[in-house]
């Protein structure tokens, strides 16, 4: 007979591994739709991909011979394949503009935009949360007012105007900030890449100058990011801080003499924690999605930088690279999140 502690053992390990296996099944089913979707978008758009390659004024013999050498002479469903082959071999195709592998110029670029939406992230959640707890706790007063105000502007005040003031201001007239772009041109280089964020490679280097020069470059688009992921936190974590503030368990804390700090943090603020993973995730998906405006105010050599110019310049292969990466970040985010709720919450295990 076999030991039943065993069995035992199997089955509490079974719902872990059901569990494990479901998310990955779902992460490749999501991912693979990511890859119709842009596979769709290459094929619709009105752009020849192999104009962009050889030239509008190619001869016809040219044109011919790399169309068969780009597989288009193919079935779609041959195409979609061998799409999703290269993709799952990190063969993005080669960028019209750069002449590089799309896969390389991504490992280049991304990081300079990880760096700044990281960055922005941080300053939304360590300003917009107690701005919103506070907020709640105020509710009806003028500190209550002026922070749905400023969350207001954070929703209205377009970024790239917001931006150019931040320049003209901070840069241009109390030089307390440095100007566009990651770093002084006379520092660039001076750091050996490592992993590709400019503030950490610094440190390993040891090289104080280069880092508070990268400082100095990147407060200002990060403050700006900042400004909108705070302003839809502060506005969440109210909500849901006004909820929580009319239970009657608080009601109960507040009579026995609980501290209101105490009410607010421990009582109030630890039921809330799942749901503003959620606005937390989102916010920072959207910081790496929706940086295209800021890189270009700020020329910030980023992902959004490089989808611009990729768009101006009709490379597509450059286009839906960028386009996936953006699509992977938000899977693996949105995933990263449901991980969290499952450590957080012990009603989701």
Same mark, same amino acid.
């Given at each position: #007979? ?9 089955? *509490? ?9 479901? +998310? ?21 758009? %009105?752009?020849? %991909?192999?104009?962009?390659?050889? !030239? ?5 013999? /040219? ?11 193919? %079935? ?12 799952? $071999? ?8 750069? =002449?590089? %592998? ?12 990880? *760096? #700044? ?42 970024? +790239? ?11 241009? =007239? ?5 100007g566009p772009g990651r770093i002084d041109i006379f520092y660039d280089g001076l750091v050996p890449p490592v992993t590709g964020l400019l503030l950490i490679d610094s440190l390993i280097a040891g090289d104080t100058d280069v880092f508070f020069n990268a400082i100095s470059h990147i407060m200002l688009p990060a403050f700006v990011l900042g400004f909108y992921s705070l302003a839809y936190i502060a506005r969440m974590t109210r909500s849901f801080m006004l909820d929580q503030l009319g239970q009657e368990y ?5 009579? =026995?003499?609980?501290? *209101? ?5 421990? $009582? ?20 790496? *999605?929706?940086?295209? #405006? ?7 050599? !980023? ?12 490379? #597509? ?11 992977? /970040? ?20």
């Amino acid at each position: #007979m076999g030991d039943p502690r065993n069995s035992r053992t199997s089955a *509490e390990y079974w719902p872990f591994l059901r569990g494990f296996l479901g +998310f990955v099944l779902t992460v490749a089913l999501t991912f693979l739709g990511l890859l119709a979707i842009t596979f769709f978008i290459g094929r619709v758009v %009105p752009i020849d %991909p192999v104009l962009a390659v050889v !030239g509008d004024r190619a001869p016809p013999a /040219v044109y011919e011979k790399a169309r068969l050498a780009l597989g288009l002479d193919k %079935p779609w469903i041959v195409q979609f394949a061998n799409y999703v082959w290269n993709i799952l $071999h990190g063969d993005f195709g080669t960028s019209v503009s750069t =002449k590089n %592998p799309v896969i390389e110029d991504l490992a280049r670029v991304f990081p300079a935009t990880l *760096e #700044m939406a990281t960055l922005g992230i941080i300053i939304g959640v360590v300003i917009g949360v107690p701005m919103g707890v506070i907020a709640a706790s105020r509710q009806g007063s003028w500190t209550d007012q002026v922070i749905r105000v400023l969350g207001l502007l954070g929703y209205s005040v377009p970024a +790239f105007w917001l931006g150019l003031v931040g320049l003209a201001l901070f840069y241009a =007239k109390l030089k307390l900030v440095g100007g566009p772009g990651r770093i002084d041109i006379f520092y660039d280089g001076l750091v050996p890449p490592v992993t590709g964020l400019l503030l950490i490679d610094s440190l390993i280097a040891g090289d104080t100058d280069v880092f508070f020069n990268a400082i100095s470059h990147i407060m200002l688009p990060a403050f700006v990011l900042g400004f909108y992921s705070l302003a839809y936190i502060a506005r969440m974590t109210r909500s849901f801080m006004l909820d929580q503030l009319g239970q009657e368990y608080i009601t109960t804390a507040r009579v =026995k003499g609980v501290p *209101e700090w105490l009410v607010l943090w421990r $009582h109030a603020f630890r039921p809330i924690r799942v749901p503003l993973i959620t606005v937390i995730a989102l916010s920072y998906a959207g910081l790496l *999605e929706g940086s295209v #405006m800021i890189e270009t105010v700020f020329s910030w050599p !980023g992902i959004g930088n490089y989808l611009t110019s990729a768009l101006l310049n009709a490379d #597509m292969n450059a286009v839906l690279g960028s386009t996936l990466v953006i699509g992977a /970040v938000f899977i693996f985010i949105n995933k990263l999140s449901d991980v969290l709720y499952r450590v957080l919450d012990p009603r989701a295990r």
